[in-house]
T-cell receptor, first 113, second 112 residues
Framework: DTGVSQDPRHKITKRGQNVTFRCDPI?????LYWYRQTLGQGPEFLTY????????KSRLLSDRFSAERPKGSFSTLEIQRTEQGDSAMYLC???????????FGQGTRLTVV | TQLLEQSPQFLSIQEGENLTVYCNSS?????LQWYRQEPGEGPVLLVT?????EVKKLKRLTFQFGDARKDSSLHITAAQPGDTGLYLC????????????FGKGTKLSVIP
């Protein structure tokens, strides 16, 4: 399967712990995006990379959120000191430059208890 | 802030019926995408429309982009239980835009 792959699919963590999610984009796609989706809402943009450069990060929800794409291939999203409000589906997508087609992974469901 | 309003929010119909869902905005979008999402899964791209007035068909699904590129519709003919899911529209505001703006979706249930 050559689609966008996310790991893990589900993560349960205690409040205050750090979590890291991984995304492997479609191999020829140079753009990678992170979105967050809460119950009853559409996905909300967080950040994006073009190759290894993070070109937009002002929409990350707080300074507890950070993302990397060290070699322009896979990406990680880290949330430090998790809070209950961080519980959501975290989605990764990739595309060529320019868009419009963006293809999403299956998501990581985070539950903070 | 550009917003996409989707209607209806919820739709429950019998197998074999036709339906239309709508995606509206006061802003112009350079393109609109329609996705279908099932519970616990990521959105799956159905179609992209780029040109005002464009109509695209995907089997029993017909997608239309408004002439002014501010709205779109999805029509399903003879709905089947496999069409059940959350239908999301999303758009880019400009040619250089990187950020998709999503509506809240229409949750469709097709009853056998």
């Amino acid at each position: 399967d050559t689609g966008v792959s996310q790991d893990p699919r589900h993560k349960i963590t205690k409040r205050g712990q750090n979590v890291t999610f991984r995304c492997d984009p479609i191999s020829e796609h140079n753009r990678l995006y992170w979105y967050r989706q809460t119950l009853g809402q559409g996905p909300e943009f967080l950040t994006y990379f073009q190759n290894e450069a993070q070109l937009e990060k002002s929409r990350l929800l707080s300074d507890r959120f950070s993302a990397e794409r060290p070699k322009g291939s896979f990406s990680t999203l880290e949330i430090q000191r998790t809070e209950q409000g961080d519980s959501a589906m975290y989605l990764c997508a990739s595309s060529l430059t320019p868009p419009p087609e963006a293809f999403f992974g299956q998501g990581t469901r985070l539950t903070v208890v | 802030t550009q917003l996409l309003e989707q209607s209806p929010q919820f739709l429950s119909i019998q197998e074999g019926e036709n339906l239309t869902v709508y995606c509206n905005s006061s802003s112009v979008f350079s393109s609109l995408q329609w996705y279908r999402q099932e519970p616990g899964e990521g959105p799956v791209l159905l179609v992209t429309v780029v040109t005002g007035g464009e109509v695209k068909k995907l089997k029993r699904l017909t997608f239309q982009f408004g002439d002014a590129r501010k709205d779109s519709s999805l029509h399903i003919t003879a709905a089947q239980p496999g069409d059940t899911g959350l239908y999301l529209c999303a758009g880019y505001s400009g040619a250089g835009s990187y950020q998709l703006t999503f509506g809240k979706g229409t949750k469709l249930s097709v009853i056998p």
